[in-house]
Every structure is written in C-alpha cells, then in structure tokens.
C-alpha cells in the first residue's frame, strides 16, 4: 500500500510538473508572437488608429505650450497632497511593475488560476512592451529634464546624455497605465475602473510635482502605455 501510494504521489509530481512546464512554454510563444504583433503593429494601422496617432502627437506638442505651469503645481504646499505625490517612489517603477506582473502570473500558475495567470503575462507584455517604446523614444528626443535648467526647448537627441535628457516621454507613467489599463479591462464596474486608474494618474502627477518631468512628458507616456495595454487585452481577447 505504502509503495503504491508513493508511485501515485511520484506520478502526481510528474504530472503536476509537466502541466506547469506545458504552460510556460505556451505562454512563451504567446509572449513572442505578441510582441511581433505590436511591433508591426503599425503597419497595419486603419483609420481609426492613425487618428488616435496623429491626437496623441498633436496632444504632445500642444501641452508644450502649457509646460512652464509645472512651477504652480510644485507651489502647492498641503501636507496631505505632498505625501500623496510621494506614490512615483512606488506604483510606475520597474520593481512594481515586476512585483505586479510576478505575483499574478506565478499566482495563477501555481495556484491553476487561469485568469490570474492571463492578467500577469497582459500585465507584463503591456509594461515591457510599452517601456520599449518609451525607452527608445527617450534617446531618440533627448529632452533635458526640467530639473537640470528649465529649459523646456532643449533636447539632445541620440546624445547619450544619460538620465538628465531622458525627459520625453515618462517611463513612469507608461508603466502606471501599461499596468492599469489591463487591471482594469479585467473588470466591468465602472467605479473599479476609475479606482485602479487613479494610482497611474497621480503618478504622472507626480512626476510634474516633483520636478522630474515637464507635462507634455507625461502626457505622451500615459498614451503609449494605455493604448498599449488596450492592444494586449485586444490581443488576448482574441485568442
């Protein structure tokens, strides 16, 4: 009896292994075919897409026009809102990002949560994805910081500059609503929604309090990561 119960429990192991290893390696190929589709995405843009592109630029370089009010949103003296823009240490952050994507996905893995696990590969795809994106537009503008001399004119593109001119777009607010925007898809009620979108929104808030970012800067973040978490979901509602 005793023999036989450990041949079954061996066999449960086995059984339990592969079934984990046969979704990984599923969710592998999804991770990569996804990542073809949204980076050729925009060869196959419709209309619909190409007026949402051309709203997002035009959008951008119209709040260049509004970026020197950065200095009377950092006047606002409210222990309670300072405290508040204190979130960028957190939610937006590639270990948040991590911890979010990680816990979801290996939740749901081990736990046969399958939605979970869909969730944590959206949220990761989303994140890494729209982070490529930003990170490359980043070097691309070369835009200097506000913190450095407040020149909102002053870019240096493809200089290598480091930090101080990786100004456009922000990385924290397209993470904030690459992660937000799938949370939130997973759920109908509206009120849910606007709950999980208030963190990404106070973040790119953040980011202008705390003199890190110029609001144009956030503005074209939060689009690349929302629409790019829209696609995802879009994607996988698909499959």
């Known amino acids: ?66 970026d020197h009010l950065n200095k009377d949103i950092q006047k606002i003296d409210n222990n309670f809102f300072t405290a508040l823009m204190k979130i960028d240490s957190y939610y937006g952050t590639v270990w948040a990002f991590g911890a979010i994507s990680g816990t979801l996905y290996l939740g749901g893995l081990l736990l046969n949560e399958e939605e979970w696990r869909k969730t944590g590969l959206m949220v990761f795809e989303s994140g890494a994805f729209a982070g490529t994106v930003t990170t490359i537009l980043k070097v691309a503008f070369g835009r200097e910081r506000p913190f450095v001399s407040g020149d909102k004119f002053k870019f240096r593109p493809f200089s290598f500059k480091g930090n101080p001119y990786y100004s456009l777009p922000s990385g924290h607010a397209t993470l904030s609503f690459a992660i937000s925007s799938v949370l939130a898809s997973r759920f109908e009620n509206k009120v849910v929604k606007a709950i999980i979108y208030t963190p990404a929104v106070l973040t ?31 994607l996988n509602s698909e499959r």
């Open 1 to 66: 009896m005793r023999n036989l119960f450990l041949l079954f429990l061996f066999s449960f192991q086995v059984s339990s292994s592969q079934s984990l290893y046969d979704k990984v390696s599923a969710d592998i190929k999804f991770f990569s075919k996804d990542a073809r589709s949204y980076f050729t995405s925009p060869l196959n843009f419709n209309s619909r897409d190409r007026v949402n592109l051309a709203l997002v630029g035009l959008g951008t370089v119209a709040l260049f026009g509004f």
């Open 204 to 234: 790119a808030l953040a980011r202008v309090y705390n003199n890190q970012h110029w609001f144009s800067d956030v503005f074209l973040g939060s689009a690349i990561g929302y629409f790019t978490g829209v696609f995802i979901v879009k």
